[in-house]
Structure formats: structure tokens, C-alpha cells
């Protein structure tokens, strides 16, 4: 962009005074970088494009494939970055305040069943040498609904002492408890003891690690990709299609099972960590999708051919009743 410390002082700002997560300020500078480099190859830069370029460069996007959502976030950082601009006097006006976006595709988030989530959970706990550790991520993430970012990054002390809650720091550095279920706390108490022993055998002068999926990455903790990773080798070990298992479907199986469990939706709510409860109401449609399927699929009525055309059941006689 032909005002890099302009997108510079944006980036900073979203750190400073929003408290925005690193994933979020990451986002948003490539966002920035795409369309600084859409501006430079025209011959434009952010001090002069107006609502007419702002929509050629969604069109553009649009022509490339990016799905709705993609284009919905990158007005949305165009926004910010042009009402920030504004503000700061670099701008007389915010070329983008008043654009329509794409909207977002309304599709309910998909979910993994119960069995398919015992499936994996089998799968980690008979993966060799690593399997303490893969157990304990997967009872985890079952059991809590936490993002892939929060969960690779807990520290080791939010489990000590075999608590029956976590406190979690999300986004915006918001906190939140969430409870632990028994087979979680027992993952967890497993894995305790063979990271403590792993950690005591690493040489003299090495700092022990605070998190409790350490690693010798630049994080110093389980990335969210080396995650992302195993769950697909466990998918196919649990003989599951790895395109269906992901980190989130596994946090969408744990909000959807809690509600068909009875639990309330300001209470999924709170351990999801949803600033909105329209965020949480989601479920509530993945939860009727899936009881209609059960009336379609399950229900004896629903599943023989209706009487009226031409492929009726035969009398029950017929049947050896």
C-alpha cells in the first residue's frame, strides 16, 4: 500500500485500544496487503481512492472465487481502516461507510455425532506414545467448547490441583470460567504427570514451560496447525473422513449436544464465550435440522412407501406377523 504507516497505525490501534486477538489483527493486515497491492498495480493509493475503486476491488474479489464471507470481512476491514484514516485527519471522508456488502451465506454450522467424537477419542487413546497427550486434547475440547487458540495455549497452572473449572482468556481478552467434566480433569491429570516428566529431563538452563501443550516452536505451545493436523491423522485412524472433522465441529458438537441435553442457551452461551446470544442461537436451528432428519429417517411411518403410490407394503399378514 502506498501509505504503509497508515495500515501500520491501524494495525497498532486494533492491538492498543481494542484489544484485538493477534488472529484478528492478522486478518485484517492481510486484508490490507491484498487490497494495497490491488491499489499499487493501478497506480492508487489510500489517500485518493474513493467508493468508486472500493467497489471495483470487491468486484474484483468476486471474479477471483472469494467466497461471501471473505468479501463481507474484507469491506468490513476496509471500513475500519477508512474510518480510522478519517478520524486521524489523514482522510476529509470514509470512502467506504456507506457500501452494502455481500451479506454472509446462512449455513448452519456442521456437526460431528456422539459416536463419531467417541470414535476420535478412542482413536487418541490407542495412538502410541503420544497417546496421554492426544487423549487430553480431545477431552478437552469435547468437554469445554474451546476455540483451537485458547485450548493450545492454556497454561499448565489452569489445570493443577484437578479443578473442576478453567478460567480461559478468549477474545478480547475477555475471561470466562468453564466447568470440566470428569474425563476431561482425569485426561488432564494424566497428561500432568508425563509433561512434568518430560519437562524435568530437558537440559540444565532450559526454562521449564509455562503452557500445558509445550513445544519447541516459536509459540512455545502446540500450534493451532500441529492441532489441526493430528485431528486428521486421528480422523483416519478412527476410520472417519478427515474432510468432515475439524477443530470447530468438534466445539459445534459440544454447544449442540449441551442443548439437546437440556442445557439453557445463555449458559452455552458463557462457556462458548459469545459476546451476543444471536451468535449462540445457531444451534438452535442445527439442533431442529437434526431432529427433523431423526422424524425423516428413524420414524417407521416416515421411511415406508406411502400407501397411495403404487409401492404400498404389503398387508402385514404378508409380512410374517
Not at 491429570?189 to 516452536?217: C, M, N
Request: include cysteine.
Amino acid at each position: 500500500m502506498s501509505q504503509p504507516r497508515w495500515a501500520e497505525a491501524f494495525l497498532d490501534s486494533l492491538a492498543g485500544e481494542r484489544d484485538a486477538a493477534a488472529n484478528t489483527r492478522l486478518a485484517y493486515g492481510r486484508d490490507l496487503r491484498d487490497f494495497g497491492d490491488w491499489l499499487d498495480a493501478r497506480g492508487l493509493d489510500a489517500a485518493t481512492a474513493g467508493r468508486s475503486e472500493i467497489e471495483a476491488y470487491l468486484q474484483h474479489c468476486e471474479a477471483r472465487g472469494l467466497s461471501r464471507a471473505t468479501r463481507a470481512r474484507r469491506l468490513s476491514t476496509l471500513r475500519q481502516f477508512f474510518r480510522f484514516a478519517h478520524e486521524e485527519g489523514w482522510r476529509p471522508d470514509n470512502p467506504a461507510l456507506r457500501l452494502e456488502g455481500p451479506g454472509r451465506e446462512a449455513r448452519l454450522p456442521a456437526v460431528l455425532r456422539r459416536e463419531e467424537i467417541d470414535a476420535l477419542i478412542a482413536a487418541a487413546q490407542q495412538s502410541g506414545e503420544d497417546a496421554v497427550r492426544r487423549t487430553c486434547l480431545l477431552e478437552l475440547l469435547y468437554a469445554t467448547g474451546l476455540r483451537v487458540s485458547e485450548l493450545v495455549a492454556l497454561p499448565a497452572a489452569a489445570l493443577r490441583g484437578d479443578p473442576r473449572t478453567i478460567l480461559v482468556r478468549g477474545k478480547g481478552g475477555r475471561e470466562r470460567l468453564v466447568p470440566l467434566s470428569g474425563p476431561a480433569r482425569r485426561a488432564a491429570a494424566a497428561w500432568l504427570l508425563q509433561r512434568d516428566a518430560e519437562q524435568a529431563r530437558r537440559p540444565a538452563g532450559h526454562r521449564p514451560s509455562p503452557y500445558l501443550f509445550p513445544s519447541r516452536g516459536a509459540a512455545g505451545h502446540l500450534t493451532r496447525q500441529g492441532f489441526f493436523a493430528m485431528l486428521k491423522t486421528l480422523a483416519m485412524q478412527a476410520g472417519l473422513d478427515p474432510d468432515r472433522v475439524a477443530p470447530h465441529r468438534v466445539r459445534h458438537a459440544f454447544a449442540t449436544h449441551l442443548l439437546a441435553g437440556g442445557a439453557d442457551l445463555r449458559s452455552i452461551q458463557a462457556m462458548l464465550g459469545h459476546a451476543d446470544l444471536s451468535t449462540t442461537e445457531i444451534y438452535t436451528h442445527v439442533l431442529d435440522e437434526h431432529l427433523r432428519e431423526l422424524v425423516l429417517t428413524r420414524h417407521p411411518l416416515a421411511v415406508q412407501p406411502r400407501p397411495d403410490d403404487g409401492t404400498a407394503a404389503p398387508p402385514e399378514e404378508s409380512r410374517g406377523a
